[in-house]
Nanobody, 124 residues
Protein backbone atom coordinates (compact mmCIF):
# COMPACT_ATOMS: atom_id res chain seq x y z
CA UNK A 1 0.00 0.00 0.00
CA UNK A 2 1.38 3.36 -1.04
CA UNK A 3 1.27 6.16 1.49
CA UNK A 4 1.71 9.79 0.53
CA UNK A 5 2.41 12.54 3.05
CA UNK A 6 2.30 16.20 2.06
CA UNK A 7 3.97 19.06 3.88
CA UNK A 8 4.90 22.68 3.35
CA UNK A 9 1.49 24.32 3.35
CA UNK A 10 0.71 27.40 5.39
CA UNK A 11 -0.31 31.02 5.34
CA UNK A 12 1.39 33.37 2.90
CA UNK A 13 0.69 36.87 1.63
CA UNK A 14 -0.31 37.48 -1.96
CA UNK A 15 2.78 37.57 -4.16
CA UNK A 16 4.66 35.20 -1.87
CA UNK A 17 5.96 31.70 -2.43
CA UNK A 18 5.56 28.26 -0.93
CA UNK A 19 7.18 24.91 -1.64
CA UNK A 20 5.09 21.83 -1.07
CA UNK A 21 6.60 18.39 -0.62
CA UNK A 22 5.07 14.94 -0.86
CA UNK A 23 6.98 11.90 0.36
CA UNK A 24 5.93 8.40 -0.60
CA UNK A 25 6.40 5.11 1.21
CA UNK A 26 5.26 1.53 0.77
CA UNK A 27 5.85 1.28 -2.95
CA UNK A 28 8.28 1.94 -5.77
CA UNK A 29 8.16 5.71 -6.11
CA UNK A 30 10.12 5.82 -9.35
CA UNK A 31 7.43 3.76 -11.09
CA UNK A 32 4.62 6.24 -10.36
CA UNK A 33 3.46 9.22 -12.28
CA UNK A 34 2.91 11.96 -9.71
CA UNK A 35 0.59 14.94 -9.64
CA UNK A 36 -0.66 17.77 -7.49
CA UNK A 37 -4.34 18.69 -7.25
CA UNK A 38 -6.11 21.34 -5.24
CA UNK A 39 -9.59 21.72 -3.86
CA UNK A 40 -11.16 24.89 -2.54
CA UNK A 41 -14.27 24.76 -0.34
CA UNK A 42 -17.36 23.94 -2.38
CA UNK A 43 -15.36 23.34 -5.54
CA UNK A 44 -14.11 20.35 -7.47
CA UNK A 45 -10.63 18.93 -7.13
CA UNK A 46 -8.56 20.54 -9.90
CA UNK A 47 -5.37 19.40 -11.56
CA UNK A 48 -2.42 21.66 -10.75
CA UNK A 49 0.66 19.88 -12.11
CA UNK A 50 1.95 16.44 -13.06
CA UNK A 51 5.29 14.78 -13.70
CA UNK A 52 6.21 11.49 -15.31
CA UNK A 53 8.19 8.72 -13.63
CA UNK A 54 11.57 9.90 -14.78
CA UNK A 55 10.75 13.57 -14.44
CA UNK A 56 11.36 14.17 -18.12
CA UNK A 57 7.85 15.43 -18.85
CA UNK A 58 5.67 17.81 -16.86
CA UNK A 59 2.24 19.33 -17.35
CA UNK A 60 0.30 22.13 -15.69
CA UNK A 61 -3.23 23.36 -15.25
CA UNK A 62 -4.15 26.31 -17.45
CA UNK A 63 -4.35 28.67 -14.49
CA UNK A 64 -0.70 28.07 -13.47
CA UNK A 65 0.70 30.30 -16.23
CA UNK A 66 4.35 29.67 -15.44
CA UNK A 67 4.12 30.47 -11.74
CA UNK A 68 4.39 26.89 -10.41
CA UNK A 69 7.05 24.23 -10.98
CA UNK A 70 6.73 20.52 -10.26
CA UNK A 71 9.82 18.39 -9.75
CA UNK A 72 10.75 15.08 -8.18
CA UNK A 73 13.67 13.37 -6.51
CA UNK A 74 13.34 9.63 -6.94
CA UNK A 75 16.23 8.99 -4.56
CA UNK A 76 14.24 10.72 -1.82
CA UNK A 77 10.82 9.37 -2.87
CA UNK A 78 9.61 12.95 -2.96
CA UNK A 79 7.76 15.21 -5.37
CA UNK A 80 7.74 18.98 -4.98
CA UNK A 81 5.57 21.87 -6.03
CA UNK A 82 7.21 25.28 -6.04
CA UNK A 83 4.56 27.98 -6.09
CA UNK A 84 5.51 31.59 -6.81
CA UNK A 85 3.51 34.81 -7.17
CA UNK A 86 0.66 33.31 -5.21
CA UNK A 87 -2.78 34.84 -5.46
CA UNK A 88 -5.66 34.64 -2.96
CA UNK A 89 -7.58 32.38 -5.35
CA UNK A 90 -4.87 29.77 -4.83
CA UNK A 91 -6.24 29.18 -1.33
CA UNK A 92 -7.16 25.50 -1.14
CA UNK A 93 -6.15 22.12 0.20
CA UNK A 94 -3.38 20.75 -1.99
CA UNK A 95 -3.22 17.01 -2.55
CA UNK A 96 -0.48 14.78 -3.85
CA UNK A 97 -1.54 11.88 -6.07
CA UNK A 98 0.18 8.84 -7.54
CA UNK A 99 -0.74 6.87 -10.63
CA UNK A 100 0.62 3.36 -11.00
CA UNK A 101 0.11 2.73 -14.72
CA UNK A 102 0.75 5.18 -17.50
CA UNK A 103 1.83 8.76 -16.97
CA UNK A 104 0.65 11.16 -14.33
CA UNK A 105 -3.04 11.61 -13.73
CA UNK A 106 -4.50 14.89 -14.95
CA UNK A 107 -7.94 14.10 -13.55
CA UNK A 108 -8.79 13.07 -10.01
CA UNK A 109 -10.49 9.75 -10.95
CA UNK A 110 -7.34 8.62 -12.77
CA UNK A 111 -5.26 8.72 -9.60
CA UNK A 112 -4.64 5.56 -7.62
CA UNK A 113 -3.33 6.95 -4.33
CA UNK A 114 -3.84 10.20 -2.45
CA UNK A 115 -2.22 12.02 0.39
CA UNK A 116 -4.20 13.64 3.18
CA UNK A 117 -3.67 17.15 1.83
CA UNK A 118 -1.99 20.29 3.07
CA UNK A 119 -3.73 23.64 3.50
CA UNK A 120 -2.48 26.64 1.57
CA UNK A 121 -3.94 30.01 2.48
CA UNK A 122 -3.03 33.16 0.55
CA UNK A 123 -4.02 36.42 2.18
CA UNK A 124 -4.68 39.57 0.19
Amino acid sequence: QVQLVESGGGLVQAGGSLRLSCTASGGTFSSYGMAWFRQAPGKERDFVAGITRSGSTTGYGAFVKGRFTISRDNAKNTVYLQMNSLKPEATAVYYCAARVLGGYASTAPASDYWGQGTQVTVSS
